[in-house]
């Protein structure tokens, strides 16, 4: 695909923005957005984890356990439905753009964390974020697939926030076939060791590698999007950035909220990482072992030590 006058290069971009609980406001700020990547020629826009509608209001712990009908009762973003006008309005601004939107989804029986990957003709493929911390199963229910998916930028994998820790995440969708893996993220500074400057804080550190390390050892083009500025006590690192698929950051936002835009000829830049060492190809699962094995059999027991809480206080 050809994007921006150069042939077989894709013009992609990761937006770090605040994005609350007012829709309206959203719609305005993505509409803006997307208006300026179609007269860009940009092939594919990756907005920030729950975008619509804003993050969770509080989180509990890491042993705080929920059920559908408890989190049906808790207060927090507004539940959307797949076919609903939401979507339908993110959808009739993007015509022919790849756009990859975070929502909670109301799936009927019970509330995902998801990712949706679609255009003016429809919803591309749908990611329920797998990867529960601090209590967000409080609000939501878990997903449990990496699946990669066909798009107009080629075939792409999703994945949410705290997915992008687990390597075997980024693994699956890439022996799925995604040569683009699209993290979208609501990603915040420390809260028990925050740094004065959030460019020296540990969590924009922790965020920063992940990206680069999860590009590199799969080979594939990395889409990082996340919010930025503040939501309650929180302040989110920003840092939406792409990746190629050596580890080289090819554009980042910093800190600040703004757009990271890169022109990325995909199949030559993944034929190049691939050229030689190819990791996927090189892969031998049979000394893997634990590494896929259920937990249960798989982490060893460790000494019990006083819990630290990432405290988020309610916005309520």
């Known amino acids: 695909m050809s994007t921006d006058g150069v ?29 300026r990547a179609r007269a860009d020629g940009t092939g594919l826009v990756a907005f920030p984890e729950a975008c619509l509608g804003g993050y969770l209001s509080s989180l509990g712990s890491a042993e705080d356990r929920g059920t559908a009908a408890s989190r049906r009762g808790r207060s927090g973003p507004p539940a959307l439905t797949l076919d609903g006008p939401e979507l339908r309005r993110v959808q009739a601004m993007a015509g022919d753009v790849v756009v990859v939107v975070g929502m909670c989804e109301d799936g009927g029986h019970d509330l995902y964390n998801t990712a949706v990957a679609l255009t003016g003709d429809g919803i591309l493929g749908v990611h329920r974020k797998v990867h529960q911390p601090l209590g967000e199963n409080l609000t939501y229910a878990a997903g449990s697939a990496f699946d990669a998916f066909d798009t107009p930028v080629g075939r792409i994998g999703l994945q949410i926030c705290y997915d992008k820790a687990f390597p075997e995440a980024a693994r699956a969708a890439a022996l799925d076939g995604a040569a683009v893996i699209v993290s979208i993220s609501a990603w915040p500074g420390s809260r028990t060791a925050a740094a004065a400057d959030l460019a020296r804080d540990r969590w924009r550190l922790r965020f920063d590698l992940y990206d680069q390390a999860r590009a590199l050892e799969n080979q594939v083009v990395w889409v990082a999007a996340n919010q930025a500025g503040e939501f309650g006590s929180l302040r989110f690192v920003g840092n939406a950035k792409i990746v190629g698929p050596g580890g080289e950051v090819l554009a980042s936002t910093g800190t600040d909220a703004g757009i990271a835009v890169a022109d990325v000829d995909i199949e030559h830049e993944l034929a190049l990482a691939r050229r030689a060492m190819f990791n996927l190809r090189d892969r031998r699962p049979d000394a893997y072992g634990a590494v896929v094995a259920p937990n249960a059999h798989a982490v060893p027991a460790v000494p019990a030590v006083p819990a630290v809480q990432e405290e988020v206080p309610s916005l309520a």
């Open 7 to 35: 042939a077989g290069t894709t013009r992609l971009a990761a937006v770090a923005g605040n994005f609350g609980r007012d829709l309206e406001a959203t719609y305005a700020q993505v509409g803006r957005i997307l208006d």
